[in-house]
């Protein structure tokens, strides 16, 4: 496609059940990020992507978060346990090249997680 | 560690009045920095970045080593204008957002 894609768009569960959510990059960047983006807070970096490697996870707010990628294009973003804090909007992005590369990132419209 | 710090969470100002939406960071290198720009109910995107010295939709942003400063101007703003700004800041393998200004443009 000609952005990046984002699926489901909106997502509400109850207290406790998983969740993932999912990016599609644009075709040929190398470089994909995740964020989080809650009311009233700015964009809270999550993890990001070199091919199919993470090297840096230090953003991931606890150890029921987790993300993977494989052959280096879609993404899995994974809640386990989902509590009501998690509530927020996730963000993907992707970049032509490099790791956090001074190009530009290109963000998908999100996936507006609410938890019940 | 690299900051970037938006101070004003929400800015409101008449049309054709001038805007400056505040960026401050924390970083003693040579950082590139950035200004994404989400309007409603659109993605968010690339506004401008330091290094190419543009003017886009009428905002400029000079970079002011001295001040640790990324300030975004327009001398008149405009109604379309309302959007949430973000400050962006890259250096070495690190990018990092600010919190955001939400800009509302009052006719």
């Known amino acids: 496609g000609a952005g990046v894609s984002q699926s489901p768009s909106n997502k509400v569960t109850e207290k406790g059940k998983d969740v993932e959510l999912r990016c599609d990059p644009i075709?040929?960047?190398?470089?994909l990020y995740w964020y989080r983006q809650s009311l009233g807070q700015g964009l809270e970096f999550l993890i990001y992507?070199?091919?199919?490697?993470?090297?840096?996870k230090s953003g991931l707010p606890s150890d029921r978060f987790s993300a993977e990628r494989t052959g280096g294009s879609v993404s899995t973003l994974t809640i386990q346990r989902t509590q009501q804090e998690d509530s927020a909007v996730y963000l993907c992005?992707?970049?032509?090249?490099?790791?956090?590369?001074?190009?530009?990132?290109?963000f998908g419209d999100g996936t507006r997680l609410s938890i019940l | 560690a690299q900051r970037v710090t938006q101070p004003e969470k929400l800015l409101s100002v008449f049309k054709g009045a001038p805007v400056e939406l505040k960026c401050n960071y924390s970083?003693?290198?040579?950082?590139?920095l950035f200004w994404y720009v989400q309007y409603s109910r659109q993605r968010l995107q690339l506004l401008l970045r330091?290094?190419s010295r543009e003017s886009i939709k009428g905002f400029t942003a000079d970079l002011n080593k001295g001040e640790t400063s990324f300030h975004l101007k327009k001398p008149f703003a405009q109604e379309e204008d309302s959007a949430m700004y973000y400050c962006?800041?890259?250096?070495?393998?690190?990018?990092?957002f600010g919190a955001g200004t939400r800009l509302t443009v009052k006719p």
């Open positions: 992005a992707s970049s032509l090249s490099g790791v956090y590369s001074n190009q530009p990132q290109h």
């Open positions: 075709s040929g960047h190398t470089a």
């Open positions: 992507f070199q091919g199919n490697s993470a090297p840096d």
């Open positions: 970083y003693s290198g040579s950082p590139e």
């Open positions: 330091h290094i």
């Open positions: 962006a800041l890259y250096n070495n393998n690190d990018m990092r």
